[in-house]
């Protein structure tokens, strides 16, 4: 199993820019693709990013696309997601999540992950 932990939540200023870092811990031995999600208060959980085990393929949401980045440094087992031009509709709790998975298919599904973190909290203020 993987324990996921996130990390750089907080208040920031639209237009502003925030890092989170997900780290991983557990069976990180064996290759695992991950993700972000996030949910905003009353709204489903909808999928913001996800990347290969290698780094070598990642997707975005048409939403985030051009302001969000996502990336990993396996030699921490961690995982970044770089949030810039922040908006107050960017607003919500944002999850790290992981799956095993060596390949270079993309997952934006959630059912298709099985490990989530427990969520840092984003707000953007106008």
């Known amino acids: 199993q993987v324990q996921l932990v996130e990390s ?11 890092r989170l870092s997900c780290a991983a811990s557990g069976r990180t031995s064996s290759p695992y693709a991950m993700g972000w999600f996030r949910q905003a208060p009353g709204k489903e ?20 696309k051009g302001r969000f980045s996502i990336s990993r440094d396996n030699a921490k ?5 770089q949030m810039n031009s922040l908006k107050p509709e960017d607003t919500a709790v944002y999850y790290c ?21 427990q969520g840092t909290q984003v707000t953007v203020s106008s």
């Open 97 to 117: 999540v992981a799956r095993y998975n060596r390949g270079s298919s993309i997952a934006i599904n959630p059912i298709e992950y099985t490990y989530w973190g």
């Open 77 to 81: 087992n961690t995982a970044y997601l």
């Open 8 to 18: 750089g939540g907080g208040l920031v200023q639209a237009g502003g820019s925030l």
């Open 45 to 64: 959980r909808d999928f913001l990013a996800a990347i290969t085990w290698s780094g070598g393929s990642t997707y975005y949401t048409d939403s985030v």
